[in-house]
C-alpha cells in the first residue's frame, strides 16, 4: 500500500509558476506508475499528466502540454509537477495519485489518492 501527500500549492498570479511535489511512503515507489489529475469547483476531476516508473516515458493532458512538466525521483519516493505560465483556468485542487505497473497505461484507473493540494491562479 502507498500513502501519498501533496504539498506545493498556493495563490500565485497568472504566468507565474509552481511546483507540487508528492511524497510518497513504502519501499516499493518505483514499482508505481504516478499520475497528476486536477479537479475546478463545479467540474468533474480531470488528468492532468503521468509518469512511467522510471521517469521514461511521460503524457499530458492537452490543456497543460508544453507548460507543465512532471518529474519522478525514485530515491526520494516523490513525484513533482513544474507548472509554468499558469493561467486562471489551472485554478483547481491538484491530486498526485498511484497505479502498480511500470507502463502507463491509458485509463487504467489509479488506486492510491493523495488528500490534494489547492492551486489558485489570480487574472
Known amino acids: 500500500q502507498v500513502q501519498l501527500a501533496e504539498s506545493g500549492g498556493g495563490l500565485v498570479q497568472a504566468g507565474d509558476s509552481l511546483r507540487l511535489s508528492c511524497a510518497a511512503s513504502?519501499?516499493?515507489?518505483?514499482?508505481?506508475?504516478m499520475g497528476w489529475f486536477r479537479q475546478a469547483p463545479g467540474k468533474e476531476r480531470e488528468f492532468v499528466a503521468a509518469?512511467?516508473?522510471?521517469?521514461?516515458?511521460?503524457i499530458y493532458a492537452d490543456s497543460v502540454k508544453g507548460r507543465f512538466t512532471i518529474s519522478r525521483d525514485n530515491a526520494k519516493n516523490t513525484v513533482y509537477l513544474q507548472m509554468n505560465s499558469l493561467k486562471p483556468e489551472d485554478t483547481a485542487v491538484y491530486y498526485c495519485?498511484?497505479?502498480?505497473?511500470?507502463?502507463?497505461?491509458?485509463?487504467?484507473?489509479?488506486?492510491?489518492w493523495g488528500q490534494g493540494t489547492q492551486v489558485t491562479v489570480s487574472s
Open positions: 495519485a498511484a497505479r502498480p505497473g511500470r507502463s502507463i497505461v491509458t485509463n487504467a484507473p489509479y488506486d492510491y
Open positions: 513504502g519501499r516499493t515507489f518505483r514499482s508505481y506508475v
Open positions: 509518469i512511467s516508473w522510471n521517469g521514461g516515458v511521460t
